[in-house]
C-alpha cells in the first residue's frame, strides 16, 4: 500500500512538499503525475542507493528523496508552474526507472494545483 500527502492549492513561484508512505520497502521508487487532459509522465526517480533522475522539466526546481527507515518518499517541490498542476502518483519499481511500465505498484495520488 502507497498512500501520498502533501498536496494543495498553490501559486506560482511556492513550494510544496509530497510524502509517500510505503508499507513495504522498495529498491526503486518514482513520482509521476497526471495533469487535466493529459497522459500520465515520469516526473523523478530514485534507487535504494539515492541514485537519482528527473525529467527535464523538473530539474533544478523539485527534489526527490527517501527516508529508507520510514519506507517513506518525498518530492519537494520548488519555483512551481501553473503547468505542475496534477495528480502526482508514487510507484515502486525493482531499479530505477522512468518508465511506467516498470512500476508495479501506485498510491492513490494527491493533487497539486498551481494557480497563475
Known amino acids: 500500500q502507497l498512500v501520498e500527502s502533501g498536496g494543495g492549492l498553490v501559486q506560482a513561484g511556492d513550494s510544496l512538499r509530497l510524502s509517500c508512505v510505503a508499507s513495504?520497502?522498495?529498491?526503486?521508487m518514482g513520482w509521476f503525475r497526471q495533469g487535466p487532459g493529459k497522459e500520465r509522465e515520469y516526473v523523478a526517480a530514485i534507487d535504494w542507493s539515492g541514485r537519482t533522475a528527473y525529467r527535464d522539466s523538473v530539474k533544478g526546481r523539485f527534489t526527490i528523496s527517501r527516508d529508507k527507515a520510514k519506507n517513506t518518499l518525498y518530492l519537494q517541490m520548488d519555483s512551481l508552474k501553473s503547468e505542475d498542476t496534477a495528480v502526482y502518483y508514487c510507484a515502486t519499481s525493482g531499479r530505477l526507472s522512468t518508465l511506467e511500465d516498470d512500476y508495479l505498484f501506485w498510491g492513490q495520488g494527491t493533487q497539486v494545483t498551481v494557480s497563475s
Open positions: 513495504f520497502s522498495s529498491y526503486g
